[in-house]
């Protein structure tokens, strides 16, 4: 489909055989390749379904800090990659599920300068993912039962030093309906598979770096929900932003509560978030409030967590040639090539594949049934 | 789902089916028609047993008159259990398809626990039983002689069908069996006495059938009842039992003479090999044995057994052992060899003689087999090169073929790593088995594979001796210690308790992600009969080339007698046995489509056309020319991407219409097409 980024520099490249791609054509259907398969589970990700999500998540990210994430197949190695990589999945994240969190912090900002710290790791010993898995346990265990429980493993090792019988830490945690998806660096490792399979996570081993950062996208998705969750109702705080003139001499600048614990960044400012019930000031939103532990988000935040709960519905698929008029895709005004259209089943406009991917990824609104609503005024 | 097989209807018990499933269908089902005798091979995880079991039974439904029975003989118990419980799924398909209650009767004999004697056995439709019942002359006697002669027989896993018949023919006299055989020979003299005393009649009854020849029995063979024994040839039964044996007591003063000259010929200071002729020449002239009674041994002991009524021949053993012995040196001039050994080769000071009576010529034990039945097929997932096998065990087959594996995506990847990072030739041959180079690189693979393989590996060393040398030098260099930061690291030994309690924990340390390393030995307990499935076995490493033991005055027997008989080389034999050897270790890793395993040869020699040739097509095909004279660091690369390959999600829809196939699919043109190119005839 699309070209893939230049990873690195040729020379930098482990040993790869780069004319053995080439004949996979000629073999015929009985070596039909990986690439192919891979092919059609990205297709089958394009299916959109509406399913019950829940919007309110608490992620534990671990990360395998052990010897192996010293190997240089990802460049310019496996930690620094990840790292890297992890940076963007945050923002990603908190983007697309704010009133989330991971390892119990709002805030992507802390989140990113520990990840920035963390390079200078030096990675040794071997990773324990039985004494990972507990501690991750052990605080996820009192998150409310309206919210989901999930720990994202990024595992580089292939072995694992545990202190008990793993398989009765997975019992309790498919008791506790904690959901741990794994992503594997290196290669299948059967307790990961039977890890992921019994809780319900999703267990996949990357292929290089693209790969990796599609494989982290897509935990960026709320899980489905099992029937069992609880509900309940959240009091939520909707403060508005309010701003003091420069020009106004009463305006006196105040300190945020969310800089009280963190030394660095600005102190003192004029404006910012107050919260509805007990007045504390926030600079930024989402947060808990310090004081009064009410969830302060601003609408759009909710709106935006919203999406999943009610997903674009899938676009129709139809061959190019039964597209009667202008062969123009309705969102890029690019010429409309592929062998296959899409057309949004409510407004009948017309996209390419590109398009159709961006438009259920990334916008989660048809821009054409946007405009025609905009239109009247 | 009910197939057509050229005409042919057959009801198989699944949904789905492989495409070489139908093409080894096909192959049998000319085989049958033919009325011959066939080779195949087939990768293991295919469902060969059910095919098989699919094809020769709808042929039994539809021509009864031409197949009465199915005997099909696998090597181990775990295998017998597995045929039955694929033959009960079959069975119930036909009762449901069919709706009539089956008529078929199976018969398994497995081990003593199971064992049924009611009569009706006799007319059971399937046998499955041990390859002994029917191939060693001691047991096939008493069980296998009234099999009808239109059976099909099928022999399963008989790659090492040659080294069966061998041994069921070879006989081993130590101290201790003359020793055993000295109180047998005693115990039968009391009786003697005993029974002379009570019931002379008796007596003399036995020894007017004597005189009147063993005719019965070759009425019984005449008339087609029997299965030849081996052990007694034809001209025996146009013969009365020579004079000097007739009576009991002479019989059991002829033992005794017979046994004093094997106790002296024991008594020896060196090793002495001669031929059959040469032993009864220096028996004639030592202790005046002539040939013919000799060759009346087994039988005249049979008979004097039954005459007097010994229920418990277990305890006969000895004698049997030893009477059988005699029979066979004086019936065949050819195909064996005499070898007297004073001591062990690892122990020359410890006196513990031994009498090698040793088989050269697998044919003479299956030649009654193939003789009687209409249809004999020999099939396994490794009989390469197929042609060998007709040669070695003389006969004439009407259909060799190979199949391969038809796959969605290649889960198998053989790599031949022939030398080290430092450019050092990697071999385990006799010159460079010293090599601290040698030796280095082999642990520097084995530490590079232990990081990025996941779960289970097992190594393979050509010999416990080898290994035992590896592993000590590896441990002075520090490379055990740094494998052992990835995995564990267990040890067969030629202890089986030991060994088994090993497999265990190996398996255990796979299950819960520390991953394990098992170093075993080509030809040994694990290298047959345990599989290591999925996680159990990620990759399979064999160690330099698993030559047999050279030296071995046995081995040396065979190999003459091979080359002057059949005209196959030393050299030819011994690569055909290595290899083998080798593909049955490194298809340890593989046992389904949906298993996958790297199998990494690591020995220079593997590159070699001659080597490479020999393994079966369905490994042989993987084997691309960039793949054959790797360094360890190319091959960690190329492990490295393929088991990320594999570890990508792998659905059964991905499999279907290529290597799965519906009826439908099975039915369409361009799949029959591409069936009939799965089979490689040669």
């Known amino acids: ?377 | 789902m009910k197939l057509n097989i050229e005409g042919l209807l057959v009801y198989f018990p699944y949904d789905y089916i492989y495409p070489e499933q139908y093409s080894y269908m096909l192959e049998l089902k000319r085989t049958l028609d033919a009325k011959g005798h066939g080779v195949l091979e087939m990768p293991s995880g295919t469902g060969k047993t059910i095919s098989l079991l699919s094809l020769i039974i709808a042929y039994q439904r539809a021509f009864p008159l031409e197949v009465t029975k199915l005997i099909y003989c696998s090597r181990t118990v775990p295998e017998i259990e597995k045929v039955i419980e694929e033959l009960r799924k079959l069975m119930e398909f036909y009762s449901k398809e069919t709706g009539e209650s089956n008529n078929f009767l199976a018969l398994a004999l497995s081990s003593r626990k199971n064992l049924c004697i009611h009569p009706e056995i006799l007319h059971a439709n399937i046998v499955v039983y041990s390859y002994h019942y029917l191939l060693d002359p001691k047991i096939a006697d008493l069980v296998s002689k009234e099999l009808a002669k239109k059976s099909v027989v099928v022999f399963d896993e008989a790659h090492n069908i040659d080294n069966v018949c061998i041994d069921s023919m070879s006989v081993n006299i130590t101290r201790r069996t003359l020793d055993r055989c000295q109180n047998n020979v005693d115990t039968l003299q009391n009786t003697i006495h005993k029974i002379k005393e009570t019931d002379a009649a008796k007596l003399r009854e036995e020894y007017r059938r004597l005189v009147e020849g063993l005719k019965e029995a070759n009425v019984a063979r005449e008339t087609d009842i029997y299965l030849a024994n081996p052990v007694l040839p034809d001209e025996i039964l146009q013969e009365a039992v020579p004079g000097t044996i007739r009576t009991a007591e002479h019989f059991v003063g002829f033992l005794r003479r017979f046994l004093e000259y094997l106790k002296s010929r024991l008594r020896v200071q060196h090793v002495v090999q001669e031929s059959a002729p040469q032993f009864l020449k220096d028996i004639f002239d030592k202790v005046c044995i002539d040939r013919k009674p000799l060759r009346f041994c087994a039988e005249r002991l049979q008979s004097l057994l039954r005459t007097l009524e010994i229920a418990d021949i277990a305890d006969f053993s000895a004698v049997t052992l030893i009477s059988n012995f005699a029979t066979l040196v004086s019936t065949y001039s050819q195909g064996f060899t005499i070898i007297i050994e004073p001591f062990e080769d690892r122990t020359p000071t410890i006196a513990n003689p031994v009498l090698h009576f040793s088989c050269m010529d697998p044919s003479i034990a299956i030649k009654p087999v193939f003789q009687r039945f209409q249809s004999v097929i020999i099939t396994s997932g490794t009989l390469s090169p197929l042609d060998i096998y007709p040669r070695i065990l003389d006969f004439r087959p009407v259909t060799m073929a190979s199949f391969t594996m038809t796959l969605a995506r290649t889960c198998l990847c053989p790599l031949i790593v022939g030398r080290g990072n430092d450019q050092v030739a990697l071999s385990s041959k006799f010159e460079t088995r010293e090599d601290f180079a040698v030796i280095r690189n082999y642990g520097n693979l084995l530490l590079e594979m232990s990081a990025i393989v996941p779960d289970g590996i097992v190594a393979f060393f050509t010999s416990y001796v080898y290994m035992e040398n590896i592993v000590a030098s590896w441990y002075e260099q520090g490379i055990l210690e740094n494998i052992q930061r990835n995995k564990l690291i267990f040890i067969e030994t030629q202890d089986a308790a030991e060994t088994s309690m090993a497999l265990e924990k190996y398996q255990e340390a796979c299950e819960n992600g520390r991953g394990a390393i098992l170093l075993s030995v080509a030809r040994g307990k694990v290298s047959e009969g345990i599989d290591f499935v999925h996680h159990f076995g990620r990759a399979v490493i064999m160690f330099g080339v698993p030559y047999v033991y050279t030296q071995s005055r046995i081995l040396k027997a065979r190999l003459e007698y091979l080359r002057d008989q059949f005209q196959i080389r030393e050299n030819d034999f011994l690569t055909f046995d290595a290899m083998r050897h080798a593909a049955q270790c490194v298809g340890r890793a593989i046992r389904g489509k949906t298993d996958y395993g790297l199998m990494i040869f690591a020995d220079k020699r593997y590159a070699r056309a001659d080597k490479r040739g020999k393994l079966p097509r369905w490994i042989q095909e993987h084997i691309n020319d960039g793949s054959l004279n790797l360094t360890v660091d190319e091959a960690v690369q190329l492990a490295k991407h393929f088991l990320r390959q594999m570890a990508q999600p792998f659905r059964q829809e991905d499999q279907l219409g290529l290597s799965l196939l519906t009826l439908e699919q099975l039915q369409s043109e361009e799949m029959l097409q591409k069936i009939t190119q799965i089979a490689h005839q040669t």
């Open chain 1, 1 to 377: 489909m699309d070209e893939e980024p230049e990873r690195a520099k040729r020379w930098e490249g482990g040993y790869e055989r780069t004319w053995e791609v080439l004949k996979e054509d000629e073999s015929g259907s009985l070596k039909a390749t990986v690439e192919e398969i891979l092919f059609q589970s990205k297709r089958k990700r394009c299916v959109y379904v509406c399913v019950c999500v829940l919007i309110m998540r608490h992620l534990y990210v671990v990360i395998d800090c052990s010897r192996s994430m010293e190997d240089q197949d990802l460049k310019p190695n496996r930690l620094t990659s990840t790292l890297k990589l992890m940076e963007a999945f945050v923002d990603e994240y908190f983007d697309q599920n704010p009133i989330s969190q991971v390892c119990l912090h709002r805030n992507p900002k802390k989140h990113i300068a520990a990840l920035k710290k963390a390079v200078d790791t030096v990675c040794v010993g071997e990773p324990s993912l039985y004494n990972s898995l507990n501690q991750a346990l052990q605080s996820l265990k009192h998150m409310p039962g309206h919210t989901s429980r999930e720990i994202l493993i990024i595992l580089s090792s292939l072995t694992t030093c545990d202190p008990a019988n793993i398989y009765e830490l997975i019992k309790t945690l498919k008791s506790l309906k904690v959901r741990v998806s794994v992503i594997g660096l290196s290669a299948e490792v059967r307790v990961c598979t039977v890890l992921t399979r019994e809780t319900g996570g999703l267990y996949h081993v990357i292929l290089d770096e693209s790969h990796f950062k599609e494989l982290l996208m897509m935990h960026v998705k709320p899980p489905p929900a099992s029937s069992s969750s609880e509900c309940s109702l959240i009091r939520m705080g909707f403060p508005q932003h309010t701003v003091a003139a420069l020009t106004d001499q009463d305006a006196k600048p105040s300190f945020s509560m969310s800089h009280l614990d963190s030394s660095s960044g600005p102190g003192l400012s004029l404006g910012g978030y107050f919260c509805p019930q007990c007045h504390a000031k926030y600079t930024e939103l989402p947060v808990e409030c310090k004081v009064c532990g009410l969830t302060l988000v601003s609408a759009p935040h909710l709106a935006r967590s919203f999406h999943h709960l009610f997903p674009l519905q899938a676009f129709v698929e139809s061959p190019l040639e039964e597209l009667q008029g202008d062969r123009y895709c309705q969102a890029c005004q690019g010429e409309l090539k592929d062998k296959s259209i899409f057309t949004c089943t409510s407004c009948h406009s017309v996209f390419c594949v590109e398009c159709d991917v961006f438009i259920h990824d990334t916008l989660h609104c048809c821009p054409c049934c946007i405009h025609s609503q905009v239109t009247p005024l």
